[in-house]
T-cell receptor
Framework: EDKVVQSPLSLVVHEGDTVTLNCSYE??????LLWYKQEKKAPTFLFML????IEKKSGRLSSILDKKELSSILNITATQTGDSAIYLC?????????????FGKGTLLTVNP | NAGVTQTPKFRVLKTGQSMTLLCAQD?????MYWYRQDPGMGLRLIHY???????AKGEVPDGYNVSRLKKQNFLLGLESAAPSQTSVYFC????????????FGNGTRLTVT
């Protein structure tokens, strides 16, 4: 059974701080690792990392995949109150011909002014 | 510009009642998914479909049934609701290829009393 573990489960920081969120996984047929941000409603896509693309960056957010350690980190620099959200890590498994994502429990990030 | 649309947005059921949650996507995606999200549990896959007329069980399928009679619609049914099915339900879709981010609907908040 696929398994995705995120840490920490919750985190409280002040505006301007830098945070690192962690995700480790065990999957049978790894295809991709994805990061989502969830505020009030639907999760919104941030990054996808694969064997051919192990580092992604967008503004203050960046993510790295470590295939040897079966893990990934999501970094957020100069945090803002708008970064407060649940950050979800998911791993794509393509066992057989089906593709599905398994999610971790998420990290609740709170950024205080 | 609708993307993935879920109906209803909210519902309260009594134990033993039945209901159907509807998910519709207008992106011509092959794959569709139903997840439930509970506090501290992340997103857990209930059922998914890799094309019209197909369905498969996910991580937590018990107590739910699904149907994919049309490519654009994926229905989730609860035949006899239980309090343990109180949750937020998310539908998602993706194209027919690996390494595709899921596009999520805005969720249905279901309470079973």
């Amino acid at each position: 059974e696929d398994k995705v573990v995120q840490s920490p489960l919750s985190l409280v920081v002040h505006e301007g701080d830098t945070v690192t969120l962690n995700c480790s996984y065990e999957v049978t047929n790894f295809r991709s690792l994805l990061w989502y941000k969830q505020e009030k409603k639907a999760p919104t896509f941030l990054f996808m990392l694969t064997s051919s693309g192990i580092e992604k960056k967008s503004g203050r957010l960046s993510s790295i995949l470590d295939k040897k350690e079966l893990s990934s980190i999501l970094n957020i620099t100069a945090t803002q109150t708008g970064d407060s959200a649940i950050y979800l890590c998911a791993v794509g498994d393509s066992g057989g011909s089906n593709y599905k994502l398994t999610f971790g429990k998420g990290t609740l990030l709170t950024v205080n002014p | 510009n609708a993307g993935v649309t879920q109906t209803p947005k909210f519902r309260v059921l009594k134990t033993g009642q039945s209901m159907t949650l509807l998910c519709a996507q207008d992106m011509n995606h092959e794959y569709m998914y139903w997840y439930r999200q509970d506090p501290g549990m992340g997103l857990r896959l209930i059922h998914y479909s890799v094309g019209e007329g197909t369905t498969a069980k996910g991580e937590v399928p018990d107590g739910y049934n699904v149907s994919r009679l049309k490519k654009q619609n994926f229905l989730l049914g609860l035949e006899s609701a239980a309090p343990s099915q109180t949750s937020v339900y998310f539908c998602a879709s993706s194209p027919r290829r690996d390494n595709s981010p899921l596009h999520f609907g805005n969720g249905t908040r279901l309470t079973v009393t």
